[in-house]
């Protein structure tokens, strides 16, 4: 857990409830694999797109909620999962994947439209407001039923905005 001034940390195997005063929270270790067990490096953050390679294609929402996903989701859900059995995030059947690949050339082509809007349906084109992803982000309640599920008590609030903007786009 980082100090006041960020120059220093100090080992909190128990992690850190409302770290510095603020609404959010260190997970304890045992919490770790919660997040990093859902890429096979264990690495969160490292990825083309994160590294200045984004999709050139889309709208501008189209662009930043791909990459609002990419960032804050894609680690737990994703197709590029550590062997069958292997601890890894809340759900490891889980049919989502939210990675941006670079590779992809349209909104459609992305993993997070084909397996968010076109399989499972959990981003309904049009309607935000009835869109069970939506609807996890916003609310703060078991962590089971909240999106993320781990270390957060605030909603994004930016993040939901801009994923509801995106998901009413997709009804053009």
Do not use: K
Request: proline share 8%; with cysteine; charged share 20%.
């Amino acid at each position: 857990v980082f100090d006041a001034d960020g120059a220093d940390a100090t080992l909190a195997p128990d992690g850190a409830p409302n770290a510095l005063g603020t609404p959010h929270d260190v997970p304890a270790a045992r919490d770790c694999r919660g997040c990093h067990g859902g890429r096979r490096s264990r690495v969160l953050g490292y990825s083309a797109v994160q590294l200045g390679q984004g999709p050139t294609f889309g709208s501008e929402v189209d662009r930043a909620a791909l990459g609002y996903l990419h960032a804050n989701c894609s680690h737990c859900h994703n197709h590029a999962r550590p062997r069958p059995g292997a601890a890894r995030c809340y759900d490891p059947q889980n049919a989502l994947d939210f990675r941006l690949l670079v590779s992809s050339d349209s909104v459609e082509g992305t993993p997070a439209y084909r397996t968010a809007v076109a399989q499972t349906g959990v981003f309904r084109p049009g309607h935000p407001e009835s869109s069970e992803a939506v609807g996890l982000m916003r609310g703060r309640l078991p962590a089971s039923e909240q999106m993320p599920p781990l270390a957060t008590e605030v909603v994004d609030a930016d993040g939901v905005a801009l994923i509801e903007r995106w998901v009413s786009s997709l009804a053009r």
